[in-house]
């Protein structure tokens, strides 16, 4: 098992997943948990918060993809797009988180934290962005234009719910 | 001149705007010094940047509710509600810089820079989330079913672009 040992650097020398409850130095120890987040990459509630990110995009992804008429419309392609690289964001991070865990080491130094949260941030405004527009076009064909006859609103009200449960969940 | 005076509270004693340099205290300055950053309510920087939101989002305003087919479709609705929002929030911050300005004093103390930072936060996603479905629905009137001979394509483009300028301000 890879965990932390002795020699006291409790600033720089990277947290455990476990909290470094093996570990006697009480100054580490406090270091240790104030820095451990539920929710962070490389914890268990990273993982949850990944994989539910990455099964509501995945679901508006298919939903989208399902109907035969989305790519006449630039928003629901944009979608598609959108939604298509926050699902491979969502699995790199599942991957991430899970070998984090497996490994008992988190990956919560600055760097990585840093650069978790630049993606996040880009990635979840171009969802956020896809899910507006959509919502725009969703509501002008139902309430508006009343045409759902001839278009597949349920499925594009579906698609665009997941994207932006998807968008909530970062 | 309303400015802070001798008595050595670095933390909770209000910065003034003109940086404290009438006062002799270093250990004071330099905390004041610390906390001055343009473009923070109650700065010049600040006042600069509500006056381009509010003109932006005035701009936007005006040029949507000039289209006299703007009320048929419920997302321009939404971009007309939520620039006028944010033309209340902008020239109310404007106002309030302008105060602070004239009084020489900021409004640097962590409850008020909070509560600008909660109200920017809502109203930047409200206008971001209306410029970004006025700007699927643009797309789809031009691009997608090319009736811009019907329809203002125009004044919807140049609104749907002043709300993003303004959105980019925040």
Not at 104 to 110: C, D
């Given at each position: 098992m890879c965990v932390s040992h002795g020699s006291v650097h409790p600033v720089e020398d990277p947290p455990t997943t476990d909290g470094g409850i093996n570990d006697n130095n009480d100054h580490q120890l406090a270091g240790l948990r104030m820095k451990y987040i539920q929710g962070m990459p490389g914890t268990k509630g990273g993982l949850a918060l990944h994989f539910c990110q990455f099964l509501f995009s995945l679901a508006s992804l298919g939903v989208m993809t399902t109907t035969s008429d989305f790519p006449s419309v630039t928003a629901f392609c944009y979608l598609v797009a959108a939604?298509?690289?926050?699902?491979?964001?969502?699995?790199?991070?599942?991957?991430?988180?899970?070998?984090?865990?497996?490994?008992?080491?988190?990956?919560?130094?600055?760097?990585?934290?840093?650069?978790?949260?630049?993606?996040?941030?880009?990635?979840?405004?171009?969802?956020?962005?896809?899910?507006?527009?959509?919502?725009?076009?969703?509501?002008?064909?139902?309430?508006?234009?009343?045409?759902?006859?001839?278009?597949?609103?349920?499925?594009?009200?579906?698609?665009?719910?997941?994207?932006?449960?998807?968008?909530?969940?970062?």
């Open positions: 939604t298509g690289l926050q699902c491979l964001w969502s699995i790199s991070l599942v991957i991430l988180d899970i070998y984090a865990i497996l490994v008992m080491r988190s990956l919560q130094n600055n760097r990585i934290v840093s650069m978790f949260a630049v993606g996040d941030g880009i990635i979840s405004t171009l969802t956020f962005a896809a899910a507006c527009a959509s919502a725009g076009i969703t509501v002008l064909i139902d309430n508006d234009l009343g045409d759902c006859s001839q278009n597949h609103c349920a499925q594009f009200q579906t698609a665009t719910a997941m994207a932006f449960i998807s968008w909530d969940t970062f």
